[in-house]
């Protein structure tokens, strides 16, 4: 247990649907981060967000939209997604987001398929 | 361009055996350097981490191998056990070149390990 839980585990939709993903940790950091991980590929970032405010957007389609409501939460809204989308996505926290040593705990991730 | 290559791809070793994973990266200058497990279905989880003064960092049977002037690192894992069975990715952490930026990490594709018994 890393003190990074998300919800849910595994997801299916369709390119139509709507859903959101959530993560929280419990570790008290100030920074948190949405990371994509393909097969066979190394993880992507998406977004980081430090003290509620994103700092990093790394040319995410808009079909992916972030939320951030305090320092403990953090969401992934997903709409109108493509098949090439299927992937696990994986939340991770750090004490902040410039420190060269801080480590991030990664959440066990979502598992993303969509059909 | 900013790159860290893993070798090899996967690997298979009986219980037991040692094995040594490979990373090589182009970051420069970097900051630290960090091998991760990442379990089926778990997210990943930090093993060991250097500067780049540090030559090698052991945590337990893992000991993680530096070489600054060719820019390479290694995972060793001495006497595998079935629970070593994980992915195995290299993070390389660029150094930040002006203060309140965001220097965000540069990860390998990871070395998948199967240990049997």
């Known amino acids: 247990e890393t003190g990074v839980t998300q919800t849910p585990r595994h997801l299916v939709m369709g390119m139509t649907n709507k859903k959101s993903l959530k993560c929280e940790q419990h570790?008290?950091?100030?920074?948190m981060y949405w990371y994509k991980q393909s097969a066979k590929k190394p993880l992507e970032l998406m977004f980081v967000?430090?003290?509620?405010?994103?700092?990093e957007n790394n040319s995410v389609p808009s079909r992916f939209s972030p939320e951030c409501p305090n320092s403990s939460h953090l969401f992934l809204h997903l709409h109108t997604l493509q098949p090439e989308d299927s992937a696990l996505y994986l939340c991770?926290?750090?004490?902040?987001?410039?420190?060269?040593?801080?480590?991030?705990?990664f959440g066990p991730g979502t598992r993303l398929t969509v059909t | 361009k900013n790159q860290v290559e893993q070798s090899p791809q996967s690997l298979i070793i009986l219980e037991g055996k040692n094995c040594t994973l490979q990373?090589?990266?182009?970051?420069?200058?970097?900051?630290?350097l960090r091998w991760y497990k990442q379990d089926t279905g778990r997210g990943p989880v930090s093993l060991t981490i250097?500067?780049?003064?540090?030559n090698t960092k052991s945590n337990g049977r893992y000991t993680a191998t530096l070489d600054a002037d060719t820019k390479q690192s290694s995972l060793h894992i001495t006497a595998s056990q079935l629970s070593d069975s994980a992915s195995y990715i290299c993070?390389?952490?660029?150094?930040?070149?002006?203060?309140?930026?965001?220097?965000?990490?540069?990860f390998g594709a990871g070395t998948r390990l199967a240990v049997h018994p």
């Open positions: 993070v390389v952490r660029p150094m930040l070149m002006f203060s309140g930026g965001y220097n965000k990490l540069i």
């Open positions: 990373c090589n990266y182009t970051v420069s200058p970097f900051s630290n």
């Open positions: 250097m500067t780049f003064s540090e």
């Open positions: 991770a926290s750090s004490q902040d987001a410039t420190g060269t040593t801080y480590e991030q705990y």
């Open positions: 967000y430090s003290l509620e405010e994103r700092v």
């Open positions: 570790l008290g950091h100030n920074a």
